[in-house]
């Protein structure tokens, strides 16, 4: 065993320590949603965005920003509304006189995308114009504004919320903005016990005094390790029948696909299944995932990628119903016709 590998085996172990005292941490202040903070924090070692989806209240915009303290990560929220431009994303030049010349020149002053997690809160609510302006920073981690081009912080990542059920004055993402999101994560209503603590904790005097896990070197160092994780290759082939699986004129789609899909996901999806697969094994101390990793995070990175027709909606079938059966009738074994 070489030192790299050897130093890659003790990363491992140190992410799976990591993982719990995160877990802990979040759960501080977050009461359950421990599959949406799991999820969550696949993303961001997979240097993936994530949408969130859900109805008011259940603490979406209070994870991401607890997640942000425990990373020890620059956080910006941005409220999207229908007024919102592009600059107030992006940043603008401001021209300014200096007092000493009496010279003027423009000077670039940064936006709220300028931070490691940017919270995209309500990101349905504005415009597609000022949606588009978040897709140059989260596909090339950089803006361009007044024919200058600006790195963004590494780490970045955009986590976006959207309300499912109101939809009265909303614009609907662009397909080329929900690819860029590697997972789309449903946040549920808690339990009764969740509740219950609920109320009881943010009723009394109660602070949750939260500990930094790890830092943004840490998770610039973790992403590295992701990437090396090995990988069979009949764990790619597996991700990528998945995927392929999922377009209706594909030979290996199943015929309930035909029936219910009028667009599948693209190449992007077999990448992130196998991204995403590769973190939940290191960060439950695995050196490998299995194609039990690949399911796991079938549902969040296929889910909003995939167009149901009108066939779809009269029968009442969903994205979930899809990918579950999806995930049942493909298996590991089968070859992918060339």
Same mark, same amino acid.
């Given at each position: 065993?070489?030192?790299?590998e050897?130093?890659d085996?003790?990363?491992?172990?140190e992410?799976?320590t990591?993982?719990?005292?995160?877990m802990?941490?979040v759960?501080?202040?977050?009461?359950? $949603?421990?599959d949406?903070?799991?999820?969550?924090?696949? #993303?961001?070692?997979?240097? #993936?965005?994530?949408?969130?989806?859900? /109805?008011?209240?259940?603490?979406?915009?209070l994870l +991401?920003?607890t997640?942000?303290? +425990?990373?020890?990560l620059e956080?910006?929220?941005?409220?999207?509304?229908?007024?919102l431009?592009p600059?107030?994303?992006?940043?603008?030049? !401001?021209?300014?006189?200096?007092?000493e010349?009496g010279?003027?020149?423009?000077r670039?002053i940064?936006?709220?995308?300028?931070a490691?997690? /940017?919270?995209a809160?309500?990101?349905n609510?504005t415009p597609?114009?000022?949606?588009?302006?978040l897709?140059?920073?989260?596909q090339?981690?950089?803006?361009?504004?007044? #024919?200058t081009?600006y790195p963004?912080?590494?780490?970045?990542?955009v *986590?976006?919320?959207?309300n499912?059920?109101e $939809?009265?004055?909303?614009y609907p993402?662009?397909?080329?903005?929900l690819?860029r999101f590697?997972?789309?994560?449903?946040v549920?209503?808690?339990?009764e016990?969740?509740?219950?603590?609920?109320?009881?904790?943010t009723?009394?005097a109660y602070?949750a005094d939260l500990?930094? +896990?790890l830092s943004?070197?840490?998770?610039?160092?973790l $992403?590295? *390790?992701?990437r090396?994780v090995p990988?069979s290759?009949d764990?790619?082939?597996?991700?990528v @029948?998945?995927?392929?699986?999922? @377009?209706?004129r594909?030979?290996v789609?199943p $015929?309930f696909?035909k029936?219910w899909?009028s667009?599948?996901?693209g190449?992007?999806a077999?990448?992130?299944?196998?991204? #995403?697969?590769k973190t939940r094994?290191?960060?439950?101390?695995?050196?490998t995932?299995?194609?039990?990793? &690949?399911r796991?995070v079938?549902?969040a990175?296929? @889910?909003?990628?995939? &167009?149901t027709n009108?066939?779809?909606e009269a029968?009442? +079938?969903?994205? !979930?119903?899809?990918?579950?059966?999806l995930?049942?009738?493909?298996?590991?074994a089968?070859?992918?016709?060339?």
């Amino acid at each position: 065993m070489t030192a790299e590998e050897r130093n890659d085996v003790e990363a491992v172990q140190e992410l799976k320590t990591a993982h719990d005292r995160i877990m802990a941490e979040v759960g501080k202040v977050v009461i359950g $949603q421990k599959d949406v903070i799991e999820d969550l924090l696949i #993303g961001i070692l997979a240097n #993936g965005h994530c949408l969130l989806i859900g /109805v008011p209240g259940l603490a979406k915009t209070l994870l +991401v920003s607890t997640m942000a303290r +425990v990373l020890d990560l620059e956080f910006s929220r941005i409220q999207f509304t229908p007024d919102l431009m592009p600059s107030d994303i992006t940043g603008t030049d !401001v021209l300014e006189t200096s007092s000493e010349t009496g010279s003027r020149a423009f000077r670039f002053i940064k936006g709220p995308v300028f931070a490691n997690i /940017v919270l995209a809160d309500e990101i349905n609510r504005t415009p597609p114009k000022t949606q588009a302006a978040l897709l140059q920073a989260m596909q090339e981690r950089e803006i361009t504004t007044g #024919g200058t081009t600006y790195p963004l912080p590494s780490p970045f990542f955009v *986590l976006a919320t959207q309300n499912p059920i109101e $939809q009265e004055g909303t614009y609907p993402l662009p397909e080329a903005q929900l690819d860029r999101f590697m997972f789309n994560i449903h946040v549920d209503y808690p339990s009764e016990r969740e509740e219950t603590r609920i109320v009881e904790e943010t009723t009394s005097a109660y602070e949750a005094d939260l500990a930094v +896990v790890l830092s943004a070197a840490d998770i610039l160092r973790l $992403q590295g *390790l992701v990437r090396r994780v090995p990988v069979s290759e009949d764990l790619v082939r597996y991700a990528v @029948r998945l995927v392929r699986a999922t @377009r209706p004129r594909s030979d290996v789609a199943p $015929q309930f696909i035909k029936d219910w899909i009028s667009w599948g996901a693209g190449p992007r999806a077999s990448q992130f299944l196998v991204l #995403g697969a590769k973190t939940r094994a290191i960060l439950d101390g695995r050196f490998t995932p299995t194609t039990e990793d &690949v399911r796991s995070v079938a549902l969040a990175t296929l @889910r909003h990628r995939l &167009v149901t027709n009108f066939n779809a909606e009269a029968e009442g +079938v969903t994205d !979930v119903d899809i990918v579950d059966r999806l995930v049942r009738e493909i298996q590991p074994a089968e070859a992918i016709p060339s």
